[in-house]
């Protein structure tokens, strides 16, 4: 969630306003990882956007509490891998801060779907019968999309608005660090290899899960158990995928 304080002594660079001093509600590791972030101009405006929108009375997911979810159950210290989508799901009932995940009762989208029947073909056995996810991020994974907020119905409502720089700053920070492995799935989350050290990390490609483009190269490409054995390698526990 974001909320702010106003301070007499400076002006919003928008609107006139007295100058938006940021207060993010986010997990502490990631506050301070991320602390030079919240007080630069695109996030004060990327923050005004996104406030206006969700008090515009437009349906806006996810919701406020949950912009931050994936941070949140997966501090920077504990964070093994990274899936990357790019915007939350724009129907209601399904984004809860959490990229391919859906609470149930919400149906398995089908980009899941085919998730799960390629856990199944790599690792022998089957996934979870729902399309939540909190288990993975409990364990270290870090399920982000590259923007934090939508408006209901459209996709991609709200990209260009400054949350790619902001999650841009989340990769590498995550980077920064030892032996993580990023899965980087179609050709909009490969773009973010770019931020990642290459030696000193694992980064995993394949086409997106969606049914247009898994039967080109995501089914086979076995991610989940050489994401295992990696992890294994350098001295840290395998995921329950």
């Not at 101009?41 to 005004?48: G, N, R, S, W």
């Not at 391919?100 to 996934?127: A, H, M, Q, W």
């Not at 939540?132 to 939508?150: E, F, K, M």
Request: proline residues 7%; aromatic residues 10%.
């Amino acid at each position: 969630m974001l909320t702010t304080t106003s301070p007499s002594h400076s002006r919003h660079p928008l609107c006139g306003a007295k100058r938006i001093i940021m207060n993010v509600k986010i997990e502490q590791s990631w506050k301070d990882a991320l602390a030079t972030e919240f007080d630069k101009d695109y996030f004060i405006k990327l923050t005004d956007f996104v406030r206006g929108e969700y008090l515009s009375g437009k349906a806006v997911y996810p919701a406020p509490q949950n912009i931050f979810n994936a941070f949140n159950l997966c501090p920077l210290d504990r964070v093994k891998v990274v899936i990357i989508g790019q915007d939350p799901y724009h129907e209601p009932g399904q984004a809860h801060g959490l990229c391919f995940s859906v609470l149930p009762p919400t149906p398995i989208p089908p980009s899941l779907v085919n998730i799960y029947k390629e856990i199944e073909s790599d690792l022998g056995r089957k996934s979870i019968t729902n399309g939540d996810l909190t288990h993975w991020a409990n364990q270290g994974v870090l399920l982000l999309n590259v923007t934090l907020t939508v408006r209901a119905h459209a996709a991609a409502s709200h990209a260009g608005r400054g949350w790619e720089e902001f999650t841009d700053s989340v990769i590498r920070a995550v980077s920064a660090r030892d032996n993580i492995v990023f899965m980087l799935w179609g050709s909009y989350a490969q773009k973010k290899a770019a931020f990642v050290n290459p030696e000193k990390n694992l980064i995993l490609k394949s086409v997106h899960p969606s049914p247009l483009s898994a039967y080109r190269g995501f089914f086979g490409c076995k991610h989940f158990s050489r994401a295992n054995q990696y992890l294994t390698q350098n001295g840290k526990a395998p995921i329950e995928w």
